[in-house]
């Protein structure tokens, strides 16, 4: 979903990132707001005046979005479930779960934090302009106020509709979760209704471009794959997590793989090892050391001309939780360690053994013969 993130600070104990794309939707809103919004609503103020109106809402709307997500993550840590952070993206905010939430009621506490801090926010925003109005403040500053609490109140009303995986459609999945009991079949009805909702957002943003309205179809079109995307990408999670949770890594690890010593040339290392093996990763062993993982991807960065000087310690991946999991870990936290590092294929290690290797195809074969097998 994520693109390259930037740090920006810790909040309540959480991570805060910022995908870059959120630099997009920062400076369209900023534009929108200036040039349009607060020029039609509030007439006859000065260009600097809109513009400076149009960057502290964007600020505005920036600072309630990680308020929103905060919320959704302290209720998590209520229940113990794991949240690597907050992150902002192009549309809008997520608090990254590491797990599913343990119960129907868990579920759904944590769904409606989130619109109900748009709600507080919306009202906070909504009293705060009519003291600025009554004060005598101005436009600039009541009109600010004034979009902030619509802002609010819209984000909270489009995240209730239910639509998994927006709030409302975790809502629904905790109401179809408690009165079934059975959390994937929960979890596929409230899934279906997302990629429907989806769906239909996609048409409305095709028919506003054949009516005229560009930027409006755009972005509706946009939010409608965005969510038809998230909706399947969240059944699959929990389709990877009923399939995989239980499946230690240690039964399906390839045991006893071929090893390449650290100090060959990287064209032994294709003359010997990779066309003869046709493998595309090898532990790296420094006599009996195990030292890291190197194959076709480091080779593939690596001039041609240089194989003939350089070693294999000169390009491998040194030995790193990046590239490394135990045996008794899930084949979902292999396939989630694969995801977040980029790598394809793991050592299996224990006290500094290495025990196998574990590759992704290997895990989407697992998960092919589960899912056939009922």
């Known amino acids: 979903m994520f693109g390259h993130q930037i740090r920006l600070f810790r909040l309540a104990g959480f991570d805060v990132t910022l995908d870059l794309s959120w630099i997009f939707i920062a400076l369209l809103v900023t534009w929108t707001l ?38 959704h993550s302290l209720v998590a840590r209520r229940f113990d479930i794991p949240i690597k952070g907050i992150t902002l993206f192009i549309f809008g905010g997520v608090a990254h779960m590491e797990k599913e939430p343990p119960t129907a009621r868990s579920e759904l506490l944590m769904a409606i934090a989130g619109p109900i801090a748009s709600l507080v926010l919306a009202v906070f925003f909504y009293m705060a302009a009519s003291i600025a109005h009554a004060a005598g403040l101005g436009d600039t500053v009541t009109g600010v106020a004034w979009y902030l609490a619509l802002i609010n109140f819209m984000v909270a009303v489009f995240n209730m509709v239910p639509a ?20 994937n079949e929960a979890t596929r009805r409230a899934s279906s209704a997302g990629q ?5 957002l996609i048409a409305l943003g095709v028919v506003s471009l054949f009516t005229g309205n560009l930027i409006g179809g755009l972005w509706w079109g946009l939010i409608g794959l965005f969510l038809y995307s998230a909706s399947r990408g969240s059944y699959a999670q929990l389709q990877a997590h009923v399939l995989l949770g239980s499946e230690p890594v240690s039964r399906f690890m390839t045991q006893n793989p071929v090893t390449v010593p650290a100090g060959i040339s990287l064209r032994e290392l294709v003359d010997g090892y990779v066309y003869g093996s046709f493998h595309e990763a090898f532990p790296v062993m420094e006599g009996e050391r195990l030292v890291g993982l190197a194959g076709v991807a480091e080779l593939r960065k690596t001039d041609r001309a240089e194989w003939e000087k350089r070693r294999v310690f000169d390009i ?36 500094g053994t290495l025990l196998g290797i574990v590759a992704l195809r290997d895990i989407m074969r697992l998960m092919e013969l589960k899912q056939s097998l009922g």
């Open 34 to 71: 200036a040039t349009g919004y607060f020029p039609e609503v509030y007439p006859g103020l000065t260009s600097p005046a809109y513009w400076s109106m149009g960057i502290v809402g964007a600020a505005g709307l920036f600072i309630s979005i990680i308020l929103h997500e905060l919320s």
């Open 164 to 183: 998994f995986p927006l709030d409302g459609g975790r809502v629904y999945r905790a109401w179809l979760w408690g009165r079934s009991g059975d959390l």
């Open 196 to 200: 429907t909702f989806g769906l239909i």
């Open 316 to 351: 491998m991946q040194p030995l790193s939780k990046t590239n490394a999991i135990s045996p008794g870990d899930s084949a979902e936290a292999a396939l989630r360690q694969m995801s977040e590092s980029g790598n394809s294929r793991l050592l299996v290690v224990k006290d």
